[in-house]
């Protein structure tokens, strides 16, 4: 009986000191790890967030950019730091949800190895076509590539992009050749330049060539039409059901006390409902969003049972 009243009162006090410990949090700089070089989307929106944290608790926010290896080796850096609040990682669908279904041995676990804070945003991906595609819509290409089966070829500048686009060649029964290319830039200037006759890739930098009528927009790959394109149709108003919305989230190392991993999901769902950070964000087409650890978790679980069979059904390997 006396074991049973310490084993309480450890307890009691050991919730107590958390607690204190959350409140006073933070008490020194933050580092937020991210996977791709500066100037990217996923580093932009850390840096977003980063300097609101900084704003309102007083403490500095370091962005540390640890590009390489598909954002792995940021992942798992982060999965192997401390869990005290102090080492966070912004990482997006590739790292979370394709990366688990693309290599067979991973050196993090997304759901096991990480707290979810938030999801700071998503957002589609663009269709395209070279002007010379006998296509102004989705039915139209589709027509076109079943009437001329592997004449069609694609580019991607990541393996998300190219799920994408295996994902409508399997939904569509059409027959396109991948070619691939080391990021969205050169990617899209393949299409621009007729080395290439489309391609599924990010929306910000696409809108000055479709203004340009440099490429030919033909569907986004959301549910909803985009609200920076509305003209532009739905994948999904000709291929019911294709979807693939790309997101930026904030996680922390497994272990995390909950009552930190807490003050960071209200600090950071707070952020994304500023009115500057929400007209930042839908200047680069990135639709707010804000929500809670589950809901981060429950969507990567979709998504990793989603893409799975899409990997292995296009045998689609690391590069």
């Known amino acids: 009986m006396k074991n049973a009243r310490e084993a309480i009162w450890a307890f009691a006090l050991f919730c107590a000191v958390t607690a204190a410990w959350a409140q006073a949090y933070p008490t020194k700089p933050i ?17 977003l967030v980063g300097a609101k944290m900084q704003e309102t608790w007083g403490q500095s926010v370091v962005i540390d950019n640890r590009p390489g290896a598909a954002s792995i080796i940021a992942a798992e850096h982060v999965a192997k730091s401390a869990p005290d609040g102090y080492t966070l990682l912004v990482n997006a669908t590739g790292g979370m949800s394709v990366n688990p279904v693309l290599y067979a041995k991973l050196p993090y676990d997304s759901l096991k190895d990480f707290v979810p804070i938030s999801m700071v945003g998503s957002f589609p991906l663009v269709l395209i076509v070279n002007p010379s595609v006998p296509a102004n819509s989705v039915p139209e290409l589709v027509a076109y ?3 001329n089966p592997g004449k069609l070829n694609y580019s991607s500048g990541s393996t998300a992009f190219q799920v994408a686009t295996e994902m409508f060649k399997q939904m569509t029964g059409t027959d396109l050749r991948h070619i691939p290319y080391k990021g969205s830039a050169a990617s899209i200037t393949a299409v621009i330049a007729g080395d290439v006759h489309m391609t599924i890739v990010d929306t910000p930098p696409l809108v000055p060539q479709i203004k340009a009528g440099k490429v030919r927009a033909l569907g986004v790959t959301s549910m909803k039409r985009s609200g920076s394109m509305p003209e532009v149709p739905t994948v999904a108003e000709t291929v019911p059901g294709y979807e693939m919305v790309l997101w930026i989230g904030m996680f922390a190392p497994a272990g995390t006390p909950r009552e930190i991993a807490a003050k960071l999901n209200t600090e950071v769902v707070r952020i994304v409902k500023l009115p500057d950070i929400r007209q930042k964000l839908d200047g680069m087409g990135v639709d707010p969003l804000g929500n809670t650890p589950e809901q981060v978790s429950e969507w990567i679980r979709r998504e990793i049972a989603k893409y799975g069979p899409v990997v292995k059904a296009a045998n689609i390997k690391a590069e």
């Not at 580092?31 to 850390?46: K, Q, S, T």
């Open 145 to 147: 590539a079943k009437a």
């Open 31 to 47: 580092r937020i790890v991210v996977g791709f070089p500066p100037g990217g989307g996923n580093d932009i929106i850390a840096r």
